[in-house]
């Protein structure tokens, strides 16, 4: 399992060695076949990500730095958008903007668009995203806590991208299609990482 991948890496461990446990990629489609970046899915994996296959996937484990961090954030800095995921239904105008023309996102009165873009906002169960809980109501609420405190503390970097990203986006910040169509947008109270689109 993944807890047993993580245990397994010492820093400075190449995350694409054959030895690290990794073998998520039983069917291609699953959301953790990463072959490209192996065991790396489960160290810092956005930075790693937009750093790229040539640089990101190759870092040893647990020597993600404030260089890659800042090269990640002039990476996202250069979109058109970024947009905190649970956020995606207030930024249907700026998203119109990034997509171009070619993409109907519903600003037409239709619900969603052609595309069925969500209409509503679905923030993030805070309780998703704190390692916390009783382990003993449930049968794999103990593998759950372990993984998600040994997920924290591997992919503090990650963690302080969606930060920054999040102010950006609060602040209005988040890519020139934000700041063109930001008359339409709405700011809400932050919610906890989930992801950055």
Request: glycine share 8%; net charge negative; with cysteine.
């Amino acid at each position: 399992n993944a807890s047993s991948v993580i245990r397994g890496m010492k820093k400075g461990d190449d995350p694409l060695q054959d030895s690290t446990g990794w073998d998520y990629c039983p069917m291609r489609h699953a959301p953790t076949c990463q072959p490209q970046f192996k065991a790396g899915y489960f160290n810092n994996y956005m930075i790693r990500y937009l750093l790229g296959t040539r640089e990101g996937a190759t870092i040893p484990w647990g020597e993600v730095a404030e260089e890659h961090f800042e090269k990640a954030k002039a990476i996202l800095e250069d979109f058109d958008l970024v947009v905190p995921i649970d956020y995606l239904a207030d930024a249907l105008p700026a998203l119109a903007c990034a997509l171009g023309d070619g993409y109907d996102v519903g600003l037409d009165g239709s619900e969603g668009g052609r595309y069925k873009w969500t209409q509503h906002r679905r923030q993030t169960k805070p309780e998703d995203s704190v390692c916390s809980g009783d382990a003993s109501h449930e049968r794999h609420a103990e593998e759950r806590l372990e993984l998600c405190t040994l997920f924290r503390e591997h992919n503090q970097w990650d963690a302080k991208l969606w930060e920054w990203a999040l102010a950006r986006w609060e602040q209005r910040q988040a890519g020139r299609c934000w700041n063109e169509s930001a008359g339409g947008l709405t700011s809400a109270s932050p919610s906890p990482p989930s992801a950055i689109t």
